[in-house]
């Protein structure tokens, strides 16, 4: 039959709301619910022993891919490089045959994406694509595809299709983890755990949406924004910053926290509001301080933390939005949640034509 909004304004709305059932349905697909353990289909490679990684999308999925390379790194301790696909497939880079070469895309259509598969395919790199559309283009010219079990998105705009792809690159980075014997079993349990807690406290997200409609009503007066997270807390900003800037029409800008006194502070005034991810994870502090500096130069802080980190937020911040905490593994999957609620928020009050921005198309089949 044909999809409906079930009720909901928009179809970005009704999709947010489907991010606990969409992150579940993946866990499903990838955790093996006796032994609580990951399990990938058979793969033609071995994980424990390529020798990279190369992360290429576009969009959204770039971003999730950045995610994907914290993962990697951090706890598989396998070396990556990740791109714009769109610059990837004119970097020429140099590539041992037998690298990963690891596709994201919801559509699985998308011209810059597919062209990055085919370059790297002539480098004979295995290409494992995360893919929502499993009968798409790419799922054909790809070894292995791994689902993101998101369901059709309608929405322009990425929202459950985005933490779909963070959940099956979570499991993917568990999985190589355990190949190449980075990570014990207590530790594997550990973080397989935290993903399982995930629907649960990403439905506690909605509880939010008093103190996130307040914090949009702030934002939408603005002609400029600053997001800003660190480590796997970066991505998460420059999702918010995208998605903001393609349904609300205002421009924001996402930079580490860290990198800020090297720049950017100084345009930050009283006009520019700052919107932080700092739940309290190994970052929390250093975060804070960047965000102390930011105060100091009389910026506006919007704040997106957990129980946590939210006393201490709330002695700087103007406005914060206090999620559950969860295991640092699994922050940026919910901290996501809130970040594109903020956007959707914003765009309501802009009134913009929220599920089909202008000058945008839902898959990209140009380069
Ligand atoms: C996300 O909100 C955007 N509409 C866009 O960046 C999108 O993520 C990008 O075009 C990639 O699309 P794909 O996942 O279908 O490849």
Sequence with gaps: GTIGKDGYRHFMEKELHEHPLVIGQTLQRMVDPASRRVVLPDLPFDLATVPRAVITACGSAFYAGMVGRYWLESIAQLPVDIDVAS????????????????????????????????????????????????????????????????????????????TAQLTVLACLSIATARARGTLDALAEEELVAALLDLPSRAADVFAQGDAIRRMAAIVAEARDVLYLGRGSMFPVAMEGALKLKEISYIHAEAY?????????????????????????????????????????????????TDTKGAERVSAIAEDMVVLPHVHEFAAPILQTIPVQMLAYEVAVLKGTDVDQPRNLAKSVTVE
């Excluded at 062209?115 to 070894?143: G, P, W």
């Excluded at 090297?262 to 991810?277: F, Y």
């Excluded at 100091?296 to 919007?302: C, F, I, M, N, P």
């Design 87 to 162: 610059e990837m497939r004119y970097r020429n880079p140099p590539l041992t045959a037998g690298s990963l070469g690891l596709l994201i895309s919801q559509s699985g259509e998308t011209a810059d994406t597919l062209a990055a598969l085919r370059s790297l395919r002539q480098k004979a790199v295995h290409i494992l694509s995360v893919l929502n559309v499993e009968h798409s283009t790419m799922a054909r010219e790809s070894d292995v595809v791994l689902g993101t079990v998101a369901g059709p998105e309608i929405s322009v705009a990425s929202t459950k299709a985005f």
């Design 256 to 304: 580490a926290a860290g990198e800020m006194k090297h720049g950017p502070i100084s345009l930050i005034d009283r006009t520019v509001p700052i919107v932080a991810s700092a739940p309290y994870t190994p970052l929390f502090d250093k975060t804070l301080s960047n965000l102390q500096e930011a105060k100091a130069r009389g910026g506006r802080l919007l704040v997106f």
